[in-house]
T-cell receptor, first 112, second 114 residues
Framework: LAKTTQPISMDSYEGQEVNITCSHN???????ITWYQQFPSQGPRFIIQ???TKVTNEVASLFIPADRKSSTLSLPRVSLSDTAVYYC?????????????FGTGTRLLVSP | DAGITQSPRYKITETGRQVTLMCHQT?????MFWYRQDLGHGLRLIYY???????DKGEVPDGYVVSRSKTENFPLTLESATRSQTSVYFCASGDSGRGANVLTFGAGSRLTVL
C-alpha cells in the first residue's frame, strides 16, 4: 500500500477555507484516495473519495493533480464543529479490502 | 436499528483477566475490522475478516483473538489482559460494493486494564 504523509496539525479560524494536503508519492495506478474525519470520542467517518481531478460533495472537495502523488482535502468556511482529526488513505478499488493503514492523521483545530 | 454497535462502551478490568469486546453490524457487510487507538499512534489494525470464518492478522495482533462464525458478529477477545492493552477499540465494517476503502465505524469501546 502507498505510504501517506500529512501534517500533524493545523489551526484555522471560523469562516476560513482549510486545505489539508496528503503526500502519496508511491501511489499505484489502481489506487483511490479516501479521506476520513474523526471527532473526539467517536469513530472515524468517511467523507470523500476520488481517483483524479476534483471530487466535491456536501462536506468537502478533494483535489488530485494529474500525477496523483498528492491530494488536497478542502473544507470551505470551517466552523468550530469541523475540529477533528482527518485521515488520508490510499488503496486499490475492486480488489476487496486491503489492510488499511490510517496513520496519525492531521489534527485540525478551528478557533472562534 | 441498522448500523454497527459495540459493547461494552466502557470496561475496566484487571491484569490477567479475559475480556471480550463485541461488535455487531446489521448491513451484512463482508468485511469487518478491529482497530485500537492510542495517543501518538493513531488507528492501528488488530485483525480483520473478509467473510465468515475468514480472519487475518493486522499490524498489532499479539494478545488478541478473533472469531467470525456469523457475518454480522466479530468479537475481539483479550485472553489475558495487560496494561499495555488499555486503549480505545473501534470495530468497522465495509463492503466492496460501496467502494474498496469505505468503512463504517462503531462508537468505540474504551478499555482500561488495571
Amino acid at each position: 500500500l502507498a505510504k501517506t504523509t500529512q501534517p500533524i496539525s493545523m489551526d484555522s479560524y471560523e469562516g476560513q477555507e482549510v486545505n489539508i494536503t496528503c503526500s502519496h508519492n508511491n501511489i499505484a495506478t489502481n489506487d483511490y484516495i479516501t479521506w476520513y474525519q474523526q471527532f473526539p470520542s467517536q469513530g472515524p467517518r468517511f467523507i470523500i473519495q476520488g481517483y483524479k481531478t476534483k471530487v466535491t460533495n456536501e462536506v468537502a472537495s478533494l483535489f488530485i493533480p494529474a500525477d496523483r502523488k498528492s491530494s488536497t482535502l478542502s473544507l470551505p468556511r470551517v466552523s468550530l464543529s469541523d475540529t477533528a482529526v482527518y485521515y488520508c488513505l490510499v488503496g486499490p478499488m475492486n480488489t476487496g479490502f486491503q489492510k488499511l493503514v490510517f496513520g496519525t492523521g492531521t489534527r485540525l483545530l478551528v478557533s472562534p | 436499528d441498522a448500523g454497527i454497535t459495540q459493547s461494552p462502551r466502557y470496561k475496566i478490568t484487571e491484569t490477567g483477566r479475559q475480556v471480550t469486546l463485541m461488535c455487531h453490524q446489521t448491513w451484512s457487510h463482508s468485511y469487518m475490522f478491529w482497530y485500537r487507538q492510542d495517543l501518538g499512534h493513531g488507528l492501528r489494525l488488530i485483525y480483520y475478516s473478509a467473510a465468515a470464518d475468514i480472519t487475518d492478522k493486522g499490524e498489532v495482533p499479539d494478545g488478541y483473538v478473533v472469531s467470525r462464525s456469523k457475518t454480522e458478529n466479530f468479537p475481539l477477545t483479550l485472553e489475558s489482559a495487560t496494561r499495555s492493552q488499555t486503549s480505545v477499540y473501534f470495530c468497522a465494517s465495509g463492503d466492496s460494493g460501496r467502494g474498496a476503502n469505505v468503512l463504517t465505524f462503531g462508537a468505540g469501546s474504551r478499555l482500561t486494564v488495571l
